[in-house]
């Protein structure tokens, strides 16, 4: 019997139907309006899909693998989708340098129409495992600071007492004077004091705070990047310091940001859970 030759393989079809499809999606602003979110929620899923299935496969891991500072005692971690699906259990049952994960900010949002696809799993299972939690807004100063503040408001939703202060992630101008991203940084912090009636926390490098944002924003609590012995900022000045991105956490497949907070546990949930803020 001969061989079916086939000529015109399905996976050739595939890539010829989404090639034809994102041409026409960039040729015709109301289809990308009307296709773009199924589109997300389809890649979203295909991917949601392959992180499940990786998650038997994890490696156990022994060590953080970074050499934690000094005279601190409250560690925590920050996540998004990069990290791919966690396993909130195997990180709340870690305990390696004398250290356990006690706090967890993870992407909630970017921009005005970017949602962190594993944002819902991580607050409901590191709430689960007893992990404080709270969620960052990845800003982008081309965009309105307003808009960005109702998109992250609306995934939030309702903002719990066991949970720790917002936080807005600013780390690039994406183009614009620095005087414009003030005033749309201020715009989203506003708002957001308006919806929850408490001070957002800021994160961002201490390159870029020494450059933009020193001598502003005075009353919000700042989140210091630097992967250094220690940050340029002042320690009166900054309430929490990322140290390192390059950190390892059992139940989690890819490096890692870690931090430490400035003061004991104590100090901790006064200032950082949002049941202890002052109304």
Not at 19 to 47: C, F, T
Not at 114 to 131: G, M, P, S, V
Not at 208 to 230: M, P
Request: proline share 4%; charged share 25%; net charge neutral.
């Amino acid at each position: 019997m001969s061989k079916k030759v086939n000529i015109f393989p399905f996976s050739s079809f595939l890539l010829i139907f989404f090639m034809g499809l994102g041409y026409l999606i960039k040729e015709n602003p109301d289809v990308k309006a009307s296709l773009g979110p199924y589109i997300e929620k389809s890649i979203n899923l295909v991917l949601n899909v392959r992180d499940y299935i990786e998650v038997p496969f994890y490696k156990h891991i022994d060590g953080y693998g970074v050499k934690l500072p000094n005279k601190y005692s409250v560690h925590g971690i920050d996540v998004s989708h990069h990290q791919k699906l966690i396993d909130w259990k195997r990180v709340s049952e870690m305990y390696a340098q004398d250290t356990q994960v006690k706090f967890v900010y993870a992407k909630a949002t970017e921009g005005e129409d970017h949602k962190d696809r594993h944002f819902y799993h991580n607050r409901k299972n590191a709430k689960k495992e007893l992990i404080s939690f709270g969620a960052y807004h990845f800003f982008r100063p081309k965009k309105s600071g307003t808009k960005q503040a109702e998109f992250f408001i609306e995934t939030i939703g309702e903002l719990h007492a066991s949970e720790m202060v917002p936080v807005v992630d600013i780390e690039i101008l994406d183009g614009i004077s620095p005087e414009v991203m003030r005033e749309r940084l201020a715009d989203f912090l506003q708002k957001v004091e308006e919806e929850w009636n408490i001070k957002p926390m800021i994160y961002t490098g201490d390159s870029f705070y020494k450059d933009y944002l020193k001598g502003h924003f005075r009353k919000y609590r700042v989140w210091i990047a630097n992967y250094g012995q220690e940050t340029q900022a002042s320690t009166k000045r900054w309430t929490m310091w990322q140290h390192t991105q390059s950190a390892t956490i059992d139940g989690i497949p890819e490096s890692v940001d870690m931090n430490v907070f400035y003061g004991d546990w104590e100090a901790f949930k006064k200032a950082m859970l949002v049941g202890y803020q002052s109304h």
